[in-house]
């Protein structure tokens, strides 16, 4: 896995964390790694199975993701998220109606979650 896979791979995780998702980092954690059938990770988490492929295959660009992701699953889930359940967006109190997105705007957030992974995973 080159650098630049492992940062995009992490980014790709964390952004769905902060925004609230740790169900589909959940989902796309049993499909691939624990290898669940996408029949029982649908109906544990009421995820549609087109949804749990599509966010897994987008991971699996990333040269060494499922090993990456089952490495770094526990520190992925203790991260805290900066939207609330409501829509709001902890550090700039927005409103927000596309939180994967919104997360972006705070990029160095996402940035400092990736470093302190990288540090972990060194
Ligand atoms: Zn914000």
Partial sequence: MTASDLEAALAYLIVKVLAGNKNKILAIYEYLVLDKSIREVKEKYGFSKSQI????????????????????????????????????????????????????KHKFIVNRHIQKILEKLK
Avoid at 56 to 84: C, F, H, Q, V
Wanted: glycine share 4%.
């Fill in 53 to 104: 492929k599509g966010w897994s295959y987008r991971l699996m660009r990333y040269r060494g993701a499922k090993k990456l992701l089952a490495k770094t699953i526990n520190d992925l889930l203790e991260i805290e998220p900066i939207i609330t359940k409501d829509n709001i967006c902890k550090i700039c109190k927005a409103q927000i109606s596309d939180p994967e997105r919104h997360v972006l």
